[in-house]
């Protein structure tokens, strides 16, 4: 009994020795399994990783969208405020340029009453006076045979100083064609001109002053 009790006792003691064995081997293959998940996994690492840009790029979307949005409230007004019109000139006795397309309807008729104002009241103290306007834009439509009822007094007014040589008239032919403007489509007394930039250049050469 002795030896039989020694035996389950040395096979007790053997248990006892493998099931510590066991707990050892077990913990010591987990703990590396745990510390590989948080500091040698890839997948982990790089998921974090990816998460840090992932939010900065968000908030910065964001960012940028609203400084996208700034120029687009602010592009209206700047387009819609042109100032006011310029209905009153200072004219002298010497030659000018005035470049219609730099103007509104208001400011060339404005422009062409106080011309024949002046004329009419003071003529000698004017006969130097020469005042010389170029068509180059969307203006040409003012001047078109489809539009003269529309712009009548317009038309006659600048048809009857230039008949007095005291302003004259003329026209773009680069602009002319790619608006698609003929040339009966305008009146005889406007004069046309290859290219309305050369044409102003040469002219404030020769001394001519902008209006």
């Known amino acids: ?30 703990i590396p399994l745990l510390t590989g998940c948080e500091q040698n996994n890839p997948s982990a690492m790089d998921q974090t990783k ?17 400084e996208l949005q700034t120029p687009a409230v602010a592009a209206p007004e700047s387009s819609v405020d042109r100032g006011p019109a310029q209905t009153q000139f200072t004219i002298g006795n010497q030659s000018y340029l005035f470049d ?16 024949e104002e002046i004329t009419q009241v003071e003529s000698e103290k004017f006969d130097q006076l020469d005042i010389v306007m ?14 003269y009822e529309n712009n009548k007094k317009l038309v006659d007014l600048a048809a009857k100083l ?22 009966e489509e305008l009146p005889a007394f406007i004069e046309p001109v290859p290219y309305a930039p ?14």
């Open 50 to 66: 990816i998460q840090i840009p992932a939010v900065a790029g968000a908030e910065t979307s964001v960012v940028s969208h609203a």
């Open 134 to 147: 170029i068509l180059h834009g969307p203006d040409i439509d003012w001047f078109r045979e489809q539009n």
């Open 100 to 115: 219609i397309s730099d103007h509104t309807m208001e400011e060339l008729e404005a422009l062409l009453h106080r011309a």
């Open 1 to 30: 009994m002795t030896l039989f009790y020694g035996y389950h006792s040395l096979m007790r003691k053997y248990d006892f020795f493998r099931l510590f064995q066991l707990a050892t081997l077990t913990l010591a293959g987990i």
């Open 198 to 211: 050369d044409e102003m250049a040469r002219l404030q050469q020769e001394g001519y002053i902008n209006l």
């Open 162 to 183: 230039d008949a007095f040589d005291i302003i004259d008239l003329k026209v773009c032919e680069t602009t002319m064609a790619k608006r698609g403007v003929n040339p």
